[in-house]
């Protein structure tokens, strides 16, 4: 069974720190990985990708801030967020594996999501 199974999302200050992690059911070798994310009544965005070819791309609003890697002996991909903004609060997503292009091709796989709720 394909899962995506995501943690770390918690309640935190603004200027504060966490580490999200993303452990995968199968072999992710190969395969890119990416976070998103969705605040209330908003679209699910990008906020990072490991493209299978080792490329990286961040969105504007988290460069400097927000640090992608992916652990293939542990099929896991983690997201470390520093200085943390009221407008990083959001459901954060894990997928795995894109279909077609390996840097623009819709991934395959979603997790369920963690919250990630900073405060002021």
């Known amino acids: 069974q394909v899962q995506l199974m995501e943690s770390g999302g918690d309640s935190v200050q603004a200027g504060g720190s966490l580490k999200l992690s993303c452990v995968a059911s199968?072999?992710?070798?190969?395969?890119?990985m990416g976070w998103y994310r969705q605040a209330p009544g908003k679209e699910r965005e990008l906020v990072s990708v490991?493209?299978?070819?080792?490329?990286?791309n961040y969105a504007e609003s988290v460069k400097g801030r927000f640090t992608i890697s992916q652990d293939n002996a542990k099929n896991t991909l983690y997201l470390q967020m520093t200085s943390l903004k009221t407008e990083d609060t959001a459901v954060y997503y894990c997928?795995?594996?894109?279909?077609?292009?390996?840097?623009?091709?819709?991934?395959?796989?979603w997790g369920q999501g963690t919250q990630v709720t900073v405060s002021s």
């Open positions: 199968f072999i992710v070798s190969g395969c890119g």
């Open positions: 490991h493209n299978s070819d080792d490329s990286i």
């Open positions: 997928a795995a594996c894109r279909n077609g292009d390996p840097r623009t091709g819709p991934f395959q796989y």
